[in-house]
């Protein structure tokens, strides 16, 4: 029996599969790895000095203008606690990427020195990383510090806010006690309800400036004159500067002196705030020699000028013995 060969049985088509492409992690994910990367100081020493340095450059201006706007006076209507949240907030952010970038400059020059490269330079960039943090913060300290205590005083619910007091029977308004965050608020209360009075008198030893200065631009809005009896330092002085006649009490002591805080060094020289109250100063006809009088004196000290030299500078109008009637 004839066997007849088995054909070769037909090639089958063989389908090539194809892989996928890789799948991209989300941008979120790459940014969070980059930045761990960063932190961790994997990337050069360079790049980690120039990009990081770059960044937080930018961010610091960033900072700096919110800030200026959100502590600005001019137009603060006494909503303060939102402000407070942000500044905070603003400062936090720019704490945490100084502290990221000199972190990671320190782990590049630490990861350099192990590696055996220029102990010189891993030295001077890790040293250099160190000095550089206060620097970078001093100055939005600076515009936020009063902020950043009320802040505080907020959330400790320890707020002092100034009496306003309404004496319709005497023609005026009785502002006593520190000009705490709140005061503005109480004083515009004060000045809109009926009748209408207009007459201030403030006696205080001061507060918070962005307070004062708010406080006193609403008393010359409404035109209104001052006069202070007892005392009226710091902060204080702003609110009599304001009134359209500033009158002065027999016994009455005004002190002046440049801004700060208990427990700081005095400034050496003018902050931003101070060349605030200088401008709101000689807006109300106070002669530049007295102006400078008054800054040029550390808050750890006070300048307490004579009647005379208050009325010579333009500082005050009258004494209270010259008022109108009605007072």
Same mark, same amino acid.
């Given at each position: 029996?004839?066997?007849?060969?088995?054909?070769?049985?037909?090639?089958?088509?063989?389908?090539?599969?194809?892989?996928?492409?890789?799948?991209?992690?989300?941008?979120?994910?790459?940014?969070?790895?980059?930045?761990?990367?960063?932190?961790?100081?994997?990337?050069?020493?360079?790049?980690?000095?120039?990009?990081?340095?770059?960044?937080?450059?930018?961010?610091?201006?960033?900072?700096?203008?919110?800030?200026?706007?959100?502590?600005?006076?001019?137009?603060?209507?006494?909503?303060?606690?939102?402000?407070?949240?942000?500044?905070?907030?603003?400062?936090?952010? !720019?704490?945490?990427?100084?502290?990221?970038?000199?972190?990671? /400059?320190?782990?590049? *020059?630490?990861? #350099?020195?192990? =590696?055996? @490269?220029?102990?010189?330079?891993?030295?001077?960039?890790?040293?250099?990383?160190?000095?550089?943090?206060?620097?970078?913060?001093?100055?939005?300290?600076?515009?936020?510090?009063?902020?950043?205590?009320?802040?505080?005083?907020?959330?400790?619910?320890?707020?002092?806010?100034?009496?306003?007091?309404?004496?319709?029977?005497?023609?005026?308004?009785?502002?006593?006690?520190?000009?705490?965050?709140?005061?503005?608020?109480?004083?515009?209360?004060?000045?809109?309800?009926?009748?209408?009075?207009? !007459?201030?008198?403030?006696?205080?030893?001061?507060?918070?400036? /962005?307070?004062?200065? *708010?406080?006193? #631009?609403?008393? =010359?809005? @409404?035109?209104?004159?001052?006069?202070?009896?007892?005392?009226?330092?710091?902060?204080?002085?702003?609110?009599?500067?304001?009134?359209?006649?500033?009158?002065?009490?027999?016994?009455?002591?005004?002190?002046?002196?440049?801004?700060?805080?208990?427990?700081?060094?005095?400034?050496?020289?003018?902050?931003?705030?101070?060349?605030?109250?200088?401008?709101?100063?000689?807006?109300?006809?106070?002669?530049?020699?007295?102006?400078?009088?008054?800054?040029?004196?550390?808050?750890?000290?006070?300048?307490?000028?004579?009647?005379?030299?208050?009325?010579?500078?333009?500082?005050?109008?009258?004494?209270?013995?010259?008022?109108?009637?009605?007072?």
């Amino acid at each position: 029996m004839e066997h007849t060969p088995a054909r070769p049985a037909p090639p089958v088509a063989t389908r090539r599969v194809v892989a996928p492409p890789p799948a991209h992690d989300p941008i979120h994910i790459r940014c969070v790895r980059a930045a761990w990367r960063f932190l961790g100081g994997k990337d050069g020493l360079a790049q980690t000095v120039v990009t990081g340095g770059a960044a937080l450059v930018c961010w610091t201006f960033v900072v700096l203008f919110a800030l200026q706007t959100l502590t600005h006076d001019a137009d603060y209507t006494g909503k303060y606690l939102l402000r407070q949240w942000l500044v905070l907030l603003l400062i936090a952010s !720019l704490a945490l990427m100084c502290a990221g970038w000199c972190i990671a /400059v320190m782990r590049c *020059a630490l990861r #350099r020195q192990r =590696e055996g @490269h220029n102990l010189v330079v891993s030295f001077l960039a890790f040293v250099g990383s160190l000095m550089l943090l206060p620097n970078l913060m001093s100055f939005p300290l600076l515009l936020a510090d009063e902020w950043l205590q009320g802040w505080w005083e907020s959330v400790r619910y320890e707020v002092t806010v100034a009496d306003v007091m309404r004496i319709p029977d005497l023609g005026r308004i009785v502002v006593r006690g520190e000009l705490g965050f709140g005061s503005y608020k109480a004083l515009e209360q004060a000045i809109l309800a009926k009748p209408r009075l207009t !007459l201030v008198q403030i006696e205080s030893a001061g507060g918070y400036v /962005v307070e004062g200065l *708010a406080m006193a #631009r609403l008393i =010359e809005a @409404h035109r209104m004159d001052t006069v202070s009896l007892e005392e009226c330092d710091s902060a204080c002085t702003l609110l009599l500067a304001a009134g359209q006649e500033r009158y002065l009490g027999p016994d009455a002591v005004v002190g002046f002196h440049r801004s700060g805080r208990p427990g700081r060094e005095p400034s050496a020289s003018w902050t931003p705030t101070d060349h605030r109250i200088a401008d709101y100063y000689r807006s109300r006809a106070t002669t530049e020699e007295f102006v400078r009088l008054a800054l040029n004196t550390p808050f750890n000290r006070i300048w307490t000028p004579e009647p005379g030299q208050m009325f010579a500078a333009g500082y005050a109008t009258k004494w209270w013995r010259e008022r109108k009637a009605g007072y």
